[in-house]
């Protein structure tokens, strides 16, 4: 898959094929759906197929701090693209000159002059342009005008429940993680680099790999079961801690994983953290012996449940 950053990256052979537009926070399974139909549709008549999104999400760039948390930052959402069958992800910065838009306009700047689409699939709520103006009706006249077809995928229901990012965060923030498995498809993960922490827990006999969520919040928080896959495909089980820290007085969020039987330092790697499971919810202790005895029952859980998962 292709990563394109900005219109003004987009060369002749990106161009004159299936093209979708959206937020696709988690790529979940109702995003897979319409990103399978835009992949067969251009494989059908030999060509590219594309996905359009935003950096920042348009929440991020109106809501700032007060936006909902994200399921996935760019990185992310690029990894989670990259495993459907899509050929290229354009990503438009999302800014004022984007945002202030009219409808028509993004029609002729994005789909017809930078991509020269020749059929767009959208979302049965899909909404674009200034003021979210623009909606599947006037994309259809804006296609009858310029050359392009268009088609809208309906709701994508699971168990009688429509499949949203909405959900998702939903079922993560109640830590109902078999619940966003199903909706996503795969657990939901994070990626990360690993930094210098204070080695606190390597005092306490409980070395972690640190990792900053970089996102303005994370869309959960406690203490959980993970599989973490390192470099080369290696995967570890572990327990991981995602919050403030509230027993060491913690000012930020962080992702601390804890590895099952490694020995090694992980300093600059990237990693995928996968949540199979939460244990329990963030707790002050009152001095550190008691935090310890904690984390050895929770290592007990989580090597219990990830057992299931072997």
């Known amino acids: 898959m292709r990563v394109i950053r900005g219109l003004h990256n987009l060369r002749a052979g990106h161009r004159n094929g299936v093209a979708t537009i959206g937020n696709f926070d988690g790529v979940h399974r109702g995003h897979q759906a319409v990103i399978a139909r835009v992949a067969a549709h251009a ?159 390597r005092q306490l006999g409980y070395p972690t790999a640190n990792i900053a969520p970089a996102r303005r919040r994370a869309p959960l928080s406690g203490i959980f079961a993970v599989r973490v896959v390192l470099g080369r495909g290696r995967t570890l089980d572990g327990v991981a801690s995602l919050g403030c820290r509230p027993t060491v007085s913690g000012d930020h969020e962080l992702l601390e994983v804890h ?19 939460k244990l329990r919810d963030e707790a002050h202790f009152e001095n550190l012996d008691v935090l310890v005895e904690q984390m050895r029952k929770d290592e007990h859980a989580a090597r219990c449940i990830l057992r299931r998962y072997a």
């Open 43 to 201: 494989r059908q008549r030999g060509q590219v197929s594309t996905v359009i999104a935003f950096e920042p999400t348009p929440a991020e760039y109106f809501s700032g701090q007060q936006a909902e948390a994200r399921l996935t930052v760019f990185a992310e959402k690029a990894a989670a693209l990259a495993k459907t069958r899509i050929a290229q992800f354009l990503c438009l910065r999302f800014d004022g000159d984007l945002a202030g838009q009219a409808p028509q306009s993004f029609v002729e700047q994005v789909l017809v002059d930078g991509l020269g689409a020749r059929h767009v699939v959208v979302g049965d709520d899909f909404h674009y342009g200034k003021d979210r103006a623009g909606d599947f009706a006037s994309l259809c006249e804006a296609g009858k005008q310029h050359g392009f077809t268009v088609a809208r995928m309906p709701t994508f229901d699971l168990d009688g429940e429509r499949v949203s990012s909405s959900a998702v965060r939903k079922a993560l923030a109640t830590g109902n993680l078999q619940r966003a498995r199903v909706l996503l498809g795969r657990p939901y993960t994070m990626y990360g680099r690993v930094i210098r922490g204070q080695r606190l827990g």
């Open 259 to 277: 590895l099952f039987d490694f020995d090694g330092t992980l300093y600059g790697e990237k990693l995928q953290v996968q949540f199979m499971a």
